[in-house]
């Protein structure tokens, strides 16, 4: 599970341009990995990464729209925490496609 842990925080860190934080929870040896990630709509998710990928187990909605939350599906199933984040979170793919775009005009203009 260490290998799991890990792959979840990296990611993590590695989305943190496009949600608003996340709190990684306590596991065991015998659990998979789990974390709460605020969405830039007001939504926290639950996430369980396992061997079969990233999977939604929960959704709290912090704010007063629900419109966000009755996109979202519990037991859903992701091969990367990308793919979950693009799906579930329009916030989320605007900011990566800002970051995609200045990432290339950095190249374009070296």
């Known amino acids: 599970m260490q290998d799991l842990n890990e792959e979840l925080e990296n990611s993590l860190k590695d989305h943190s341009y496009g949600i608003l934080g996340y709190r990684?929870?306590?596991?065991?040896?015998e659990s998979s990995?789990?974390?709460?990630?605020?969405?830039?709509?007001g939504v926290t998710l639950?996430?369980?990464?396992?061997?079969?990928?990233?999977?939604?187990?929960?959704?709290?909605?912090?704010?007063?729209?629900?419109a966000a939350t009755g996109k979202i599906k519990v037991g859903s199933t992701y091969e990367s925490l990308t793919a979950l984040l693009r799906q579930n979170s329009g916030g989320f793919r605007e900011k990566m496609y800002t970051e995609l775009y200045s990432a290339l005009e950095k190249v374009k203009n070296e």
Request: proline share 3%.
């Open 24 to 29: 990684i929870l306590q596991s065991d040896k």
């Open 46 to 66: 639950l996430l369980q990464i396992s061997i079969r990928g990233y999977n939604t187990v929960e959704i709290e909605s912090n704010g007063t729209d629900n």
């Open 33 to 41: 990995p789990r974390a709460y990630v605020d969405l830039l709509e």
